[in-house]
């Protein structure tokens, strides 16, 4: 089992910045693929970015390619999501989720094939 919590959501004007924090606990984290989803009001969850157990590898949505950027931290059991220009549309509930590989470089993208998910954190860009 493993159980993860996302901080450092907010409110923020257009243009802005905040970065994201997911804590994970319980089985070895460094063996799971992270990643961070999005819902926002109405709209059905959506993929934003992954990286891979050894950090080496990411994939991004379209959407926030060039603007957003994963990491991750294995001895923390941490990975963010820094969110640079923010846009009104990436107003959103942000989800961390995870996903077992067994490869060091095994990123994944839009799927609903994820082992466990966050509780979210809010995002709000203000235009």
């Known amino acids: 089992q493993v159980q993860l919590v996302e901080s450092g959501g907010g409110l923020v004007q257009a243009g802005g910045s905040l970065r994201l924090s997911c804590a994970a606990s319980?089985?070895?984290?460094?063996?799971?693929?992270m990643g961070w989803f999005r819902q926002a009001p109405g709209k059905e969850r959506e993929f934003v970015a992954a990286i891979s157990w050894s950090g080496g590898h990411t994939y991004y949505a379209d959407s926030v390619k060039g603007r957003f950027t994963i990491s991750r931290d294995n001895a923390k059991n941490t990975v963010y999501l820094q969110m640079n220009s923010l846009k009104p549309e990436d107003t959103a509930v942000y989800y961390c989720?995870?996903?077992?590989?067994?490869?060091?470089?095994?990123?994944?993208?839009?799927?609903?094939?994820?082992?466990?998910w966050g509780q979210g954190t809010q995002v709000t860009v203000s235009s």
């Open positions: 989720a995870a996903k077992i590989t067994y490869n060091s470089g095994t990123v994944f993208g839009p799927t609903n094939d994820i082992d466990y």
């Open positions: 319980g089985r070895t984290f460094s063996r799971y693929a």
